[in-house]
């Protein structure tokens, strides 16, 4: 692909040219694999999503629908591959028979499944009605009588509850926002609409954050899933009072959103479904759209071409055209049991800034730099209570979490690490867990388990967690350039019990250092296995032994892209000023102490910096 304008784009020298051709690009790819009328398209894959192989294929179509409608609509109407009549016909095989089943029949080869047996359609009627939406002028309006009633029948279930308790209520507020504009069963949209918004409402807890369902699940899907669809909705209709009431929202959680993206364009590899990959971009773009985001247009366009580039440029569509399921190449352990051949195409979110006209500034401003590329910055994020730390001499971009809840027994990777980054990934199941702290009983490390969060300031957060019964254990994270400090207050554990600290999975193009600061009698390097990241990787580790009473553990880490960095040592004198405090004096900065609480559980005494 030639690449654009170097002037105006001379970080990513991506245009909207580029954008428009990849889009292209990817649309043509699926078409081999569309059933004769053009109702599924089954993609290629050995392993079909838990929903059966018709709702894959279901799935394909409505994603791969909503990349055409942003490239259509975005062109004006203007549709050079004939992108929108082959969904058309598709529209009109699919809902000629709704079967209930999500298993591809020869009685009914191209029909789609009905949302109340096989509830992913749920799902992917959001993406066909906003498709809808987008494209009325030049789809919609052409379509005949019979294959609009069809395709109205067929999206109307959407609108009632949603079957999962979580973002999924937005996807009956995106189809009731369809229904409105074209004047179908209105009262019931609007109170699907009011219903929605109201559920979500009980989920919000400032600063732009949302938490992903009744519970402290906070992820990438805050920012392009919660925000996305109520901004998105509010647009369309013109509903200035819905944008100025979400439209700050999405201005606040972009202030931390943006920070999240290393200098090379990674985003980080936090929580579930991270093979939707530059969906991630989506909502820099819907707030440049918007006008409701902190960043300037040319920092907008820098963001999300440097993501979409990150990922084509390390593999992320295979010699096929198609989009596979992982992260750069296929990587099977980022994917959950609803993920399928077409699960990826959702990452046609972040092609909503073809949307912008094509003199918008956005498009036509030069590139600027990004957050991680001004200064080394550490914020902290009050609502999920995580810190994010980054570093202006390579880019790179840590998040440290005090205050995901996701995970309930055991530990899940994408969640209850105490640490991410744009260059590294987690370990997974199998090999031993990278930046965990645990006891070994019986020689087994313990897992984390949810973390309550216990408080923040400037430059740390706190956490406990429960590893075992009877035993509790206090966490502290703060941080200062490329150092870390980690702290473990453990509470009930018999003397003499081990415990283990593990740092960052790393291969050789980065560096990672763990050093032992208190609490702590020896140190390995573990072979700890594939990640996201690297085909290999080691992880250092500190171990030591709990004392009668409490038990603190102290280390200092760190993370670069730096050559030849100097050790973290250096970068911090941390003091142990008491059974359960310290006191960090950061080279070049500020001291920074540290109270981890022995109380008792329910009555936790947060840390404090000073």
């Given amino acids: 692909m030639p690449f654009g304008n170097q002037r105006s784009s001379s970080y990513t020298r991506w245009t909207r040219d580029n954008w428009e051709a990849t889009a292209d690009q990817l649309l043509l790819a699926v078409r081999p694999h569309a059933s004769p009328r053009r109702g599924l398209i089954n993609l290629p894959g050995k392993r079909p999503s838990s929903s059966g192989p018709r709702s894959d294929g279901l799935e394909a179509f409505a994603r791969t629908f909503l990349l055409a409608a942003f490239r259509v609509a975005g062109a004006d109407g203007h549709d050079p591959h004939g992108h929108l009549a082959r969904y058309a016909e598709g529209l009109t095989a699919g809902t000629e028979n709704p079967v209930a089943t999500g298993e591809l029949t020869a009685e009914a080869p191209e029909s789609w499944p009905l949302m109340a047996d096989v509830r992913q359609a749920v799902v992917e009627s959001a993406s066909i009605a906003l498709a809808l ?59 699907t609409i009011d ?47 819905l944008l100025d009431r979400y439209g700050p929202r999405l201005y ?87 993920s399928g051949p077409a699960s990826p195409y959702w990452a046609s979110k972040g092609f909503i800034g073809l949307l912008l ?92 388990g949810p973390a309550q969060p216990l408080g923040h300031g400037p430059g740390w957060a706190a956490s406990e967690h429960i590893p075992a019964p009877g035993i509790r254990v206090v966490s502290a994270t703060a941080v200062h350039g490329r150092a870390e400090v980690r702290a473990h207050l453990v509470v009930g554990a018999p003397e003499g019990t081990p415990v283990r600290q593990t740092g960052w999975a790393t291969d050789h193009r980065v560096t990672a250092q763990l050093h032992p600061v208190h609490g702590y009698d020896s140190a390995q390097e573990l072979a700890t296995g594939p990640t996201l990241a690297a085909p290999r990787t080691r992880t250092a580790a500190l171990e030591g032994r709990t004392t009668a009473g409490e038990s603190l553990f102290v280390a200092l880490a760190s993370l670069t892209a730096e ?29 920074t102490q540290l109270f981890l609480s022995p109380d008792e559980p329910n009555e936790p005494k947060e840390p404090k910096e000073q």
């Fill in 195 to 241: 219903r929605s918004l109201a559920r979500i409402e009980e989920w919000y807890l400032g600063d732009g954050w949302y938490s992903d369902g009744p519970n402290r699940a906070f992820d990438h899907y805050n920012a392009w899933a919660l925000h996305f669809y109520p901004v998105l909705h509010a647009h369309l209709a013109g509903d200035q009072k």
């Fill in 563 to 591: 050559p030849a960095p100097t050790p973290v040592a250096t970068l911090a004198d941390v003091r142990i000023t008491g059974p359960s405090t310290l006191r960090v004096t950061w080279r070049n900065g500020p001291t």
């Fill in 133 to 191: 939406r987008l494209t009325r002028p030049w789809l919609w309006d052409d379509l005949d009588e019979h294959t609009r009633h069809r395709t109205v029948d067929w999206l109307l279930p959407a609108l009632d509850p949603s079957p999962v308790d979580n973002n999924w209520w937005l996807f009956g507020l995106t189809v009731a926002g369809f229904l409105q504009d074209i004047g179908i069963e209105t009262d019931r949209a609007r109170a």
């Fill in 252 to 338: 606040a959680q972009l202030e931390a959103h943006t920070r999240l993206f290393d200098a090379n364009g990674a985003p980080m590899p936090y929580g579930r479904s991270l093979t939707y990959r530059f969906a991630a971009a989506s909502a820099p773009w819907l707030g440049a759209l918007t006008g409701r985001t902190p960043l300037t247009p040319g920092a907008t366009r820098r963001l999300a071409s440097g993501t979409l580039r990150h990922f084509l440029d390390r593999g992320a569509v295979g010699d096929d055209g198609l989009l596979s399921l992982g992260w750069y190449g296929p990587y099977e352990p980022v994917l959950q049991t609803y």
């Fill in 357 to 448: 006209p094509a003199d918008h500034p956005a498009w036509t401003d030069p590139e600027e730099p990004l957050p991680a590329e001004t200064q080394d910055a550490v914020t902290t994020l009050a609502p999920p209570n995580m810190l994010i730390q980054s570093t202006v001499a390579d880019g790179l971009v840590r998040l440290h979490n005090h205050g995901s809840n996701h995970v309930t027994a055991g530990d899940d990777p994408g969640y209850a690490r105490f640490a991410y980054s744009t260059r590294t990934g987690p370990t997974t199941d199998g090999d031993p867990a990278d930046n965990h702290f645990a006891l070994l009983i019986g020689g087994v490390p313990t897992t984390r």
